[in-house]
């Protein structure tokens, strides 16, 4: 929760100024990473954005439409998808980068330099911790009743009943 309730909070901070630019914030990450290559692969690029596929489609579409990115089918195989930026969308960065730069800037005096650079650290420590354990795989964890319940009937829709 704790990360959750940071994430908003520095979130909080760049919002207003995407909005200006009718951007949202995964909007954004998508522009800001196709930024830096040439072309990239759809689930490459939802990797580099910590994206779903589902929601990067919809995102990707949406960018699509206002002709900030490219999408390309290689004729060796049609059914992959190669992602670029646009002309268009590079000018939005341009547009967008000073006020994002200015916000980082305001979060870094805020918080400190030194802690900024030691929270970066940590987190990317975490984050390769995290990811050397081995994947867990819960299909065979057994469920008592009442919670196999609660779960059956959110999957169908269903609110909870009783006390809670």
Not at 2 to 21: D, G, T, Y
């Amino acid at each position: 929760m704790a990360l959750l309730v940071a994430r908003e909070a520095v979130m909080n901070r760049f919002r207003p100024s995407l909005h200006l630019f009718n951007l949202t914030e995964q909007q954004w990450r998508v522009l800001r990473a196709l930024s830096s290559v040439h072309q990239v692969e759809v689930m490459d690029l939802a990797k580099a954005t910590c994206l779903l596929a589902p929601s990067l489609s919809r995102i990707l579409r949406d960018l699509e439409a206002r002709g900030l990115v490219a999408r390309e089918h290689p004729e060796a195989d049609m059914r992959r998808s190669l992602i670029s930026i646009s002309s268009n969308g590079l000018m939005l960065i341009d547009a967008v980068a000073p006020l994002s730069e200015g916000t980082y800037a305001e979060i870094t005096e805020t918080f400190g330099k030194e802690r900024m650079e030691l929270l970066h650290g940590l987190l990317k420590e975490l984050t390769q911790a995290l990811d050397a354990l081995p994947q867990r795989d819960h299909s065979g964890v057994e469920l008592d009743g009442e919670v196999a319940g609660l779960l059956n009937e959110r999957r169908r829709g269903r609110p909870r009943s009783g006390s809670g």
